[in-house]
């Protein structure tokens, strides 16, 4: 009976120990990692929690031993497979946490900003420049965005084929892969305001459209004043008017444009050169927001024929060329 008793008091003592264990090692690994503020976490392909685990130690994040960590990880980790990617991590995040997040998959986002009115070429630089994204692109890439445009005919060069938004991606996505985002947005946008258009405009496809709001696009910043410099351009093309804007000359000339329009760039022959040809140039000029397109495709009712800028990034809009000169004279020349 006496040996008995000390065996069950053995035994006793052995489960005590062993709970006491278990509990110590549970709250060990329950201590917030040692990250600093909001940081991000890599988990690269094929890695698995053991690996997770053994990186954190090694970076000085987790302060548990290894033993502990492996019997937690034995018995108590709820979530023990990994998904490879980038996971923003923020303070006093605990080993179970951060697991729980990795296995969950939901990586960080990240964003990249596409500005309206910028050029094709612009915008592949600042996508080359944007951290987290991998370039990817070569002189093909234009010529790929050309033939999956949907315009028929195609167009000749990539210029206004993409949306101006800001679109979020994780880390590592491609440049490429921007790209086909914001071309398939522009065609889905662009194609939805084509079928709920004015009737009777002078743009007889989405990309004279777009060409027109690349324009618009450029000639102002102001959301109030897109749909009345719209009708501008509008009652210009329905007169059989030149569009005589500014920003198309400036397209036509390149990289040559030292920011100084003269009377000899305004009578210079370019495709682009709305003071001499007539109608829409042949491409847009820049990248348009979803706000120039609704704008080109819903234009204000007016008789207005000219505008002139006031110089502070607003316009005086007129309908006789007496009144136009006279606000140029003002607002132009100082007179």
Do not use: C
């Not at 033993?67 to 995040?93: D, M, S």
């Not at 965005?145 to 060069?157: A, C, D, E, T």
């Amino acid at each position: 009976m006496k040996l008995v008793k000390w065996l069950l008091l053995l035994v006793s003592v052995v489960i005590v120990s062993i709970v006491i264990g278990f509990k110590l090692i549970k709250n060990d690994v329950a201590q917030p990692l040692n990250f600093s503020g909001v940081t991000y976490y890599t988990v690269k392909p094929g890695a698995n929690a053991h690996k997770v685990i053994r990186d954190l130690r090694e970076s000085g994040v987790l302060a548990s031993g290894e033993f502990a960590t492996k019997v937690w990880l034995r018995f108590f980790a709820k979530h023990t497979q990994v998904k490879a990617g980038t996971y923003p991590i923020q303070n006093q995040v605990t080993l179970p946490d951060l697991l729980a997040l990795l296995a969950k998959g939901s990586e960080a986002q990240f964003s990249v900003s596409l500005v309206e009115g910028l050029t094709y070429r612009e915008w592949i630089q600042s996508l080359k420049a944007t951290d987290r994204l991998i370039d990817d692109t070569s002189i093909t890439t234009g010529n790929y965005l050309v033939v999956n445009s949907g315009f028929s005919p195609s167009p000749i060069q990539p210029e206004g084929l993409l949306l101006a938004d800001t679109y979020f991606f994780v880390d590592g996505a491609s440049v490429s892969s921007i790209l086909d985002r914001a071309q398939s947005a522009m065609t889905e946008f662009l194609n939805q305001q084509w079928e709920l258009r004015q009737l009777d405009l002078p743009i007889h496809s989405p990309y004279e459209a777009l060409i027109l709001a690349s324009i618009i696009e450029k000639e102002t910043a102001v959301p109030e004043e897109r749909a009345r410099i719209a009708g501008v351009f509008v009652n210009r093309l329905r007169k059989g008017m030149r569009l005589q804007t500014d920003p198309t000359v400036i397209y036509g000339i390149g990289d040559d444009f030292d920011g100084d329009i003269t009377r000899k760039h305004l009578r210079e022959p370019t495709p682009y050169n709305t003071y001499v040809i007539k109608g829409l140039p042949p491409t847009p000029i820049a990248m348009a927001g979803k706000e120039a397109i609704v704008a080109a495709l819903n234009p204000l009712a007016t008789d207005e024929l000219y505008f002139v800028s006031r110089g502070d990034g607003t316009h005086v809009f007129s309908t006789t060329l007496e009144a136009h000169n006279e606000a140029v004279r003002k607002y132009q020349l100082n007179q």
